[in-house]
């Protein structure tokens, strides 16, 4: 068994005020291995984007525990979280999260920026051109399709080479054609540099792609081979 990047135990996490609350993760715990590429599905308001900005650490749980690399994110201070979110995870929002006032390749590049880093250009270069926004590189976003925002969210969750890329429907506002190219190029930075990734999706398909298929329901994992409707 690989090194675990990853562990969640018992997870939960409830949205709500004291007169109305909704629990919409109910203790899942998990093991995410480094270097291994996940996928997720489940049904809509199954709890897939609450568990993703849990275990990125975006959002603060009320029960259990998460460990990235053995760490409590827990016994963090916010600095440091956000220190270790910027050079180990990367995050591909579902709606996006570009800043309008910086270009394609700013906003790709801003984590670098953020960071104080040299500008990694050549690999920025190349992530422009597999990701197809070569001429695209200096429009702003407002200038771009939902497709070609989607793909500059890509673009700049993956510039920092992070351990572990989360990616929240990353093909959901895309043609089968331009989804099938984002799928190839999350395996081939995969076959790159082995980052370990989780990525959700309604593709059956595209879920298929991935080395361990997770299927979550009503805010639970289901067991392996107990996933309704799976073959
Ligand atoms: N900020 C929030 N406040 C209250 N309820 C929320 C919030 N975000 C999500 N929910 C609810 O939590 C449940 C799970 O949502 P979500 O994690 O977005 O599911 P999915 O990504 O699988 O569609 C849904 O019932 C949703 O309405
Ligand atoms: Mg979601």
Redesign the pocket.
């Given at each position: 068994m690989n090194t675990p990047i990853i562990v969640c135990r018992n997870l939960k996490k409830t949205?709500?005020n004291r007169q109305r609350k909704?629990e919409?993760i109910h203790g899942i715990s998990l093991e995410l291995e480094k270097g291994t590429f996940y996928s997720m599905i489940?049904k809509?308001?199954?709890?897939?984007?609450?568990l993703l900005y849990l275990l990125s650490g975006l959002l603060k749980a009320d029960g259990g525990e998460i460990l990235l690399e053995g760490k409590n994110l827990e016994q963090m201070t916010e600095a440091e979280l956000e220190r270790i979110r910027r050079k180990k995870i990367g995050f591909v929002f579902q709606d996006y999260q570009l800043l309008p006032e910086l270009t394609v390749r700013e906003n790709i590049l801003l984590p670098q920026i953020l960071d104080g880093q040299d500008l990694d250009e050549e690999w920025s270069s190349q992530i422009l051109e597999k990701l197809g926004l070569t001429s695209l590189a200096d429009r702003f976003p407002d200038e771009l399709s939902g497709g070609e925002q989607q793909r500059t969210a890509i673009g700049r969750a993956i510039v920092n080479r992070p351990d572990i890329l989360f990616a929240d429907e990353p093909t959901g506002n895309l043609d089968n054609k331009t989804s099938e190219e984002v799928l190839d190029f999350l395996l081939s930075v995969h076959r790159e540099y082995r980052p370990a990734i989780l990525l959700v999706t309604h593709d059956l398909d595209l879920a298929r792609s991935a080395e361990v298929v997770l299927h979550i329901a009503d805010g639970r994992l289901l067991e392996p081979g107990k996933a309704g409707g799976e073959q």
């Open positions: 949205y709500g909704n919409v489940g809509s308001g199954s709890g897939k984007t609450t």
